[in-house]
């Protein structure tokens, strides 16, 4: 393999011809794991996994590595299991209001990381459905 990259050629072009030239050579014959599938993908890099292991086993919830818009996209998501577990209509209540004021500070302040897009939770209606869970045995 050559030590640098050629002027006036692109990097794509160059690396493509290295991997080519390398596969003529045979250097990426019998190589460990040949013929055999790819482990799932985690999405993760090593030092993710590293830091999501930690805060697991630590005990801390995993959506504080989150950002910002995507941490109350998933309370948004997790909040009909966190109500369940709640006794009375004034906690629900103070519950939903809490997290739309951090919906609406969130709007306000122009989170930076991806877009904001989480609604308002209807108060009403998320009490609404709390009491249809709690009166079905």
């Known amino acids: 393999m050559t ?5 006036k050629v692109s990097f794509r072009w160059w690396v493509d011809r290295q991997i080519s030239e390398a596969k003529d050579r ?10 055999k599938p ?3 993908p985690t999405g ?4 993710t996994d590293w830091v999501l292991r930690r805060v697991r086993a630590e005990g801390h919830d995993t959506a504080v590595l989150l950002p910002p818009a995507l941490a109350l996209r998933r309370e948004v998501q997790d909040l009909p299991g966190k109500l369940a577990g709640e006794r009375t209509e004034r906690r629900v209540r ?3 209001e809490d997290l739309n004021e ?3 500070q969130a709007y ?3 989170l930076s990381g991806p877009p904001l897009t989480v609604a308002m939770v209807d108060v009403e209606e998320t009490l609404e459905d709390w009491r ?3 009166a079905t045995p």
């Not at 030590?3 to 002027?7: D, F, I, L, N």
């Not at 045979?26 to 013929?35: A, K, M, N, V, W």
């Not at 993760?44 to 030092?47: E, G, K, L």
Request: glycine share 12%; hydrophobic share 25%; proline share 15%.
């Open 38 to 40: 790819l482990p799932p």
């Open 94 to 96: 103070e519950l939903v």
């Open 132 to 134: 249809r869970s709690r």
């Open 102 to 104: 951090r919906i609406r």
């Open 44 to 47: 993760n890099d090593a030092a």
């Open 26 to 35: 045979g250097e990426f014959d019998d190589l460990p794991g040949t013929g």
């Open 3 to 7: 030590g640098r990259k050629p002027p």
């Open 108 to 110: 306000l302040n122009h």
